[in-house]
């Protein structure tokens, strides 16, 4: 059985979490936007604070589904401070 979520960008974020992270790779919501784009998603908003919502969305929807994924989403996407992107929800 192949783990994964429903929407494909929560799906794709997931991935490249798992990537990142058995590199000991961390990524700002700038360079998460520029991936994005050039796989084929649209996230032109001038701050971060969209994306923000869609990792904290994507960082919910693995958590029932794979726990490893999960934590991988929280600790790969920082914000440009370098606190966790997931924790962005407003």
Same mark, same amino acid.
């Not at 192949?2 to 794709?12: C, I």
């Not at 990524?27 to 994306?51: F, M, P, T, V």
């Given at each position: 059985?192949?783990?994964? !979520?429903?929407?494909?960008?929560?799906? /794709?974020?997931?991935?490249?979490?798992? &990537? $990142?992270?058995?590199?000991?790779?961390?990524?700002? $919501? @700038?360079? $998460?936007?520029?991936? $994005?784009? @050039?796989?084929?998603?649209?996230?032109?908003?001038?701050?971060?604070?969209?994306?923000?919502? !869609?990792?904290?969305?994507?960082?919910?929807?693995? +958590?029932?589904? @794979?726990?490893?994924?999960?934590? &991988?989403? &929280?600790?790969? /996407?920082? @914000? +440009?401070?370098?606190?966790? &992107?997931?924790?962005?929800?407003?």
């Amino acid at each position: 059985m192949t783990r994964t !979520v429903e929407n494909k960008v929560y799906n /794709f974020i997931g991935n490249l979490s798992i &990537a $990142l992270y058995s590199q000991g790779i961390q990524i700002s $919501l @700038d360079a $998460l936007k520029q991936i $994005l784009n @050039d796989h084929g998603q649209n996230y032109s908003e001038s701050s971060n604070r969209g994306l923000g919502k !869609v990792v904290s969305s994507a960082y919910d929807a693995w +958590k029932e589904i @794979d726990p490893v994924v999960h934590h &991988a989403i &929280a600790w790969t /996407f920082i @914000d +440009k401070g370098g606190k966790p &992107a997931w924790e962005k929800r407003v």
